[in-house]
């Protein structure tokens, strides 16, 4: 769980030096070529091409456009900032994770309480004629089936950060079974396109950011989505059934091996 989530650290670190890479390239080749600026004359907005000629002009439009990148890479973080397009106050990065820690809190916990309380493993009994359909190379009482039931109901409420790290614990649980451990079982396969396709039943994530966003009906879209991913899992799991059939599956892993994430 914890060389998951340094993973997950990389990839962010990755995301924002590109990022960073972009901006300071984009403004460089501004400032080279030119860029299409919008002026308001007269009370109508009025669009030119402006293109630097002079080495001052050069360093100028790039002091401006760095001090536009700094400035915008400050507010995206920031816990409240002025909007200058809409002149209203809106929330960045840490703002909008604030108003977002009640909602992970409180799905979190109820997911805590059901694990701790023993829910899930009955759920998991409850559900396991549908599991072994999605699932028939898993060993019943297996905890790849608890970690992929955990992963389900974290994307179904809409949990994305709640459901990664118990996609990485499934994925590990999935290898054990595993008996040729550079290639993909069809159980690792079919649990990666329906992670994919992520069946949404009550989306908390989306529905707080847009609470955030101060939306007048935060829910509205929630019908359109709920049919589009139905539709989505609905296909993930029909093309894997039929890719089944023509593939061979991996051997399964030794009894010794396959009894989990802790003998792995």
Known sequence: MGRGSGVLNH???LLVAV??????????????????????????????????????EKVKA????????????????????????????????????FGFIGIMALWLGFMRIAEASGLIALLARAISPLFRLIFPSIPR????????????????????NAATPLG??????????NGQKDTASNAMIMFICLNVSSLVILPASIIGYRVQANSQRPTDFWIPMLIATTIGTLSAFIMCKVIERFTKDTPPAPPETA??????
Do not use: C
Not at 169 to 177: G, H, T, Y
């Open 11 to 13: 990839i962010w670190t």
């Open 19 to 56: 990022g960073i890479l972009w901006g300071v390239t984009a403004s460089l080749i501004k400032v080279q070529t030119g860029e299409s600026i919008t002026k308001t004359v007269n009370g109508k907005e009025v669009t030119e091409f402006v293109r630097y000629k002079t080495t001052e």
């Open 62 to 97: 790039l002091s401006e456009a760095g001090n536009k990148f700094t400035k915008e890479a400050f507010n995206s973080v920031a816990l409240e900032y002025d909007d200058p397009a809409t002149g209203k106050k809106r929330s960045g990065a840490v703002g909008i994770a």
């Open 141 to 160: 009482d297996h905890p790849a089936s608890g970690a992929i039931l955990m992963n389900f109901a974290a994307n179904m409420l809409g949990l994305d």
């Open 168 to 177: 990485i614990k499934a994925m590990k649980e999935l290898q054990s079974l």
């Open 259 to 264: 009894t989990g994430e802790e003998a792995a």
